[in-house]
């Protein structure tokens, strides 16, 4: 697993639930260390038993607790990187919906190495949506139904997101965009401001 990932779930989890509850996730999962490196690559099993020890001392499911990480990807100011990233791929949340397909490459052309799961959007009718997320990194569809719902709010969109399970290979997400200007959306400019 690519730090990037690790490192992530790391932050969240101290912005979220504090620096003790992730000293005693490493603990529990046994890593030996309690910082990843980003640039870094792991063995899958680290991320996955950072992800059942959190689940267990939080007891909550891990599908609600990726969700709730996809959320924290776009909304927490030390992420704005990565909404800048997803903000350029339209000016209005379908635009950025249907930039969905190209996500993994944009992602690819930021980081070389970091390589996620396709992803495939179909129009059902023009306010509702289908995404299928392709195999690659194990709860990847929850993650992203935090970040499509934490980009609804971005853009000012109403939208209405729920797992639909497996069709296929992919896992899929259905939306159903209520109102595409349901309030004001969060700023955002092209450039990029020193602060």
């Not at 689940?55 to 100011?77: F, I, K, Q, W």
């Not at 495939?120 to 995404?131: D, G, H, N």
């Not at 993650?143 to 709010?153: C, F, H, I, S």
Request: overall charge negative; aromatic content about 8%.
């Amino acid at each position: 697993m690519h730090g990037l990932i690790n490192r992530a779930i790391q932050s969240f989890v101290c912005a979220t639930y504090g620096q003790s509850c992730w000293l005693r996730v490493t603990e529990v999962a046994e890593l030996g260390f309690v910082e990843f490196e980003a640039m870094l690559v792991y063995d899958d099993d680290m991320t996955v038993r950072v992800l059942d020890a959190l689940c267990a001392d939080l007891n909550r499911p891990r599908a609600e607790m990726l969700e709730d990480l996809g959320t924290y990807l776009v909304s927490h100011p030390k992420m704005e990187d990565l909404r800048r990233l997803l903000r350029f791929g339209g000016v209005i949340y379908v635009e950025f919906l249907h930039s969905l397909d190209d996500l993994s490459d944009r992602v690819r052309l930021a980081v070389s190495d970091l390589c996620l799961p396709a992803l495939e959007l179909r129009e059902v009718s023009p306010t509702e949506y289908q995404l299928r997320c392709f195999p690659g990194l194990p709860g990847y569809s929850s993650v992203m139904v935090g970040v499509l719902r934490a980009m609804a709010d971005d853009y000012g969109a109403l939208a209405m997101l729920s797992h639909e399970g497996q069709e296929g290979a992919a896992e899929v997400i259905s939306i159903v965009l209520v109102e595409s200007a349901f309030a004001e959306g969060r700023n955002f400019d092209l450039g990029a401001r020193k602060s």
